[in-house]
């Protein structure tokens, strides 16, 4: 099978390209940059948003649903916010359309221009920060900790899918408090809240950090981010959680009166993650034949397969996997019997190892015989013949091993990449390897923006435990006051 | 309370913009026609999401996610489907905006306009059976049970919240078959899980149709829909689901290979609902003191308020309400305990009572010391003191006595509401009175028209338990195979 496709030593990128299509996870849209989410992958996406959904829950969040559309002078309203997002966006100029005079089908009606133009949300501040000043008169209206889950769009030119579209799916907190504070204890806490995510369920290890100001959120006074390394050593941000200070409480208004009765403004966060975490689950544990999932995430943890030639062994082997359904129900496993007789079993284990089923499970007539069952783990390809009485316990253990072992061997492979630079040189052939490069950072802009220009590395965070400690730039020389994490990225 | 409020008989329309807003579940944003959910709102809605995505999942349908985007000239494939939705509706044009070389905010670049303008969905027959024709080859790939819960955009100049804003949220199936019978029972099975959605959970009767011709989905074949009855006396469509034959397979080339080899064109439906069962369900059950809800969609089932004056009152009473979270919890009801300091127990009765929770518990110092708590129900407005011991079970039981007597209630009111009409004089007086009118009609859509025109009344829908029997059209005399439901609708 593996053959037949691109190798990630071949060409990482395409192989990432064509497994998300092979295993049937998402597609190109004929619409530039708009990607199809095709059943199986939303089945994933679905399973990343329960737990996250409930986690947000758990934290105090309720969700709510904000509107589609910005009206163009509110992205102009918070001055680096507009910089950041107005540029690249669909703008919605008409409310109509009318049959063309030549028959040739409908085109824009002139006459229904808007009178302000709307633009489809880059993101939502703008919107919601327009209407808490409605919502927020005194200290007793706040906190406000809201949710949402949406579509929103920023128009991109070069797209792939799940890791950078014109249309993506998103959840984007917006809270609201009396006091810094507190806002920032909420930032911290939402990016706990995303790591814990990352590393308990997706088997993902992430370093958690701190952006430098160029790498902001537009708008905001601090970003915290989550960032994991793939396979092929480039790095990915999978998770930001921003303290917007009082920028748009200032911008929009939005003032509260304390227990004194003094006016202040609010102090606002916010904080998402999106479908992009897809690509990052794929990248972080897929093989060359297909994908491999994290238990916890897959919908489908177990596959059963007979394997048969007469239909009185199919009934046999079909009572023995009933038995089972109903034993891993009970468990809150999820189980698919694969018995589709228009297909050989050969097919069916590829197709389940091409989709990452963690474990599968076949049995044929000299099985049932003996009174076993075949067990092949997706993670380690290893399999092994074990007795069919207390399968389901030997599997909800497995379950809890493939999930660890995955996480393990990712943690494993972070560690191995990533090393320290003490000089340029050094500095520029491990960046070239690919891997975290930890070095030490002068703090000015230009330090940065130069290290980029010449290696393409971007500094991913200032991890939030990092050692204090004085040394000198590994590009200027200049005075440093500890090292922060380098790396090509997504 | 409800004095200050604009009550039913008064202003029904009014009552119920000022409900929404009052209980806290949505309100207008500065978007033309476009909403704001609320958090307490927006957990209804969810609520009905979780219930209808399990109906849809045990009925072999697996959500996926379609783009935000319709290219112009998709609409136009399928002739009646241009007519009905190409009109109004959101044409994005432009993908960037630029600062203003005036500096005063942001405009729209004109060298940036789309070479072809990009529709905001209205609904997605078009992008999704243009994906479709990639996935289907051969009866192998058949049926194709997908869902999709997205926003849509319709541009409405008159909204009101809930029944018709310009951007809503729904679902949207969209299935394909082998077979034209296949998807007639696909249409009819969906139409059943929206007729128990609406009775089972929404306490929600409804009669279960066929549209005519000229109401019918623009672009297919045979409209099923469920049509309840509000207070008003006004009918509201609930939710449809389209048999849509082989139009949007030949609109967009879809065939498939069946066991001999012979191409034919695929089979389809489509079926919906959105949140304007929010406004159905706010309708369906609330008064003039707020909102009703039926307890399997109440976000909060059951709240508990203390009333005390000494800490160590609260302390106590906070003691019993501990336990009974602790049976809630076991028994999958949802509690809240309201010991907020900053509100009096006068404020909490009426707010939660606005917001429509079933059941209220009362607990002060002398109902601690009898061993005792108050029990108030929202539906009914009753309340007695019952002992403590037990009053989980008590409650349990409650809960669905409430559930069935809010479907009773407006069961009762349809049957009431619902009249025949001989001639059409007496027709018009019905009409006017409001409810359901059954009547022979001659099955053309001539008369339909006159009927609107003269009374503004529309045919709801021909019932699926019509009586085949002959009599003569209540407006032309002339001879009609059986009586129709008329009435006024939103």
């Not at 199919?314 to 009933?322: N, R």
């Not at 230009?446 to 204090?468: G, M, S, V, W, Y």
Request: charged share 30%; hydrophobic share 35%.
């Amino acid at each position: 099978m593996s053959g037949k496709h691109t190798t990630r030593k071949q060409d990482y990128s395409k192989w990432y390209n064509e497994l998300v299509q092979r295993a049937d996870l998402a597609e190109h849209s004929d619409v530039r940059g708009c990607m199809i989410i095709k059943p199986y992958g939303f089945a994933i996406w679905e399973r990343m948003k329960e737990v996250l959904d409930q986690k947000f829950k758990e934290t105090g969040h309720s969700n709510a649903y904000f509107p589609l559309f910005i009206p163009k002078s509110y992205l102009s309203k918070e001055a680096s916010h507009v910089e950041g997002f107005a540029k690249e966006c669909a703008v919605v100029t008409h409310y109509r359309l009318k049959n063309a005079d030549d028959g040739s089908g409908v085109v824009v009606d002139p006459k229904a221009k808007l009178e302000e133009e709307l633009i489809v949300r880059p993101t939502s501040e703008t919107i919601i920060w327009n209407s808490y000043r409605n919502w927020i008169q005194s200290y007793r209206d706040l906190p406000i900790l809201i949710n949402q889950w949406a579509n929103v769009v920023r128009w991109e030119m070069r797209t792939r899918l799940f890791l950078r579209t014109a249309e993506f799916l998103w959840q984007e907190g917006h809270t609201a408090h009396a006091t810094d504070q507190e806002a920032r204890e909420e930032t911290a806490r939402m990016l706990e809240v995303y790591a814990d995510f990352a590393e308990q369920y997706m088997a993902m290890p992430v370093v958690k950090g701190r952006k430098t100001e160029s790498e902001r959120f537009a708008g905001a006074e601090d970003t915290l981010c989550i960032e994991a390394l793939m396979q092929d050593g480039k790095a990915l941000q999978a998770g930001t959680s921003h303290f917007l200070g009082q920028n748009f409480a200032k911008a929009f208004d939005v003032k509260f009166a304390d227990k004194d009765g003094k006016l202040e403004h609010v102090w606002a966060t916010s904080w998402g993650v999106s479908t992009r975490l897809m690509g990052a689950l794929i990248m972080s544990h897929s093989d060359d034949e297909g994908l491999v999932l994290p238990p916890l995430l897959a919908p489908i943890q177990v596959v059963g397969i007979p394997i048969y030639r007469s239909a009185e062994d199919l009934e046999k082997i079909s009572e023995k996997f009933d038995l089972l359904r109903v034993a891993f129900k009970k468990k809150g496993i999820s189980f698919k019997y694969d018995d589709d007789d228009n297909r050989r079993p050969g097919w069916k284990f590829s197709e389940y190892e091409t989709k990452g089923v963690p474990i599968r499970l076949a049995m044929g007539p000299r099985d049932l015989e003996n009174g076993n069952i075949e067990v092949a783990r997706r993670d380690t390809k290893t399999k092994e013949i074990i007795s069919f009485d207390g399968v389901e316990e030997f599997i909800e253990r497995l379950l809890k091993e493939i999930q660890s072992n995955l996480f393990d061997k990712a943690d494993n492979f972070r560690k191995e990449k990533t090393s320290e630079a003490p000089d340029f040189e050094s500095f520029k052939k491990l960046v070239n390897k690919g891997g975290f490069v930890s070095a030490h950072w002068d703090g000015t802009e230009a330090t940065e923006n130069k290290i980029k220009e010449e290696t393409q590395a971007t500094i991913r965070c200032i991890p939030l435990d990092q050692k204090k400690e004085t040394g000198v730039c590994v590009y200027s020389g200049a005075p440093s006051k500890g090292k922060v994490l380098f790396a090509k990225a997504y």
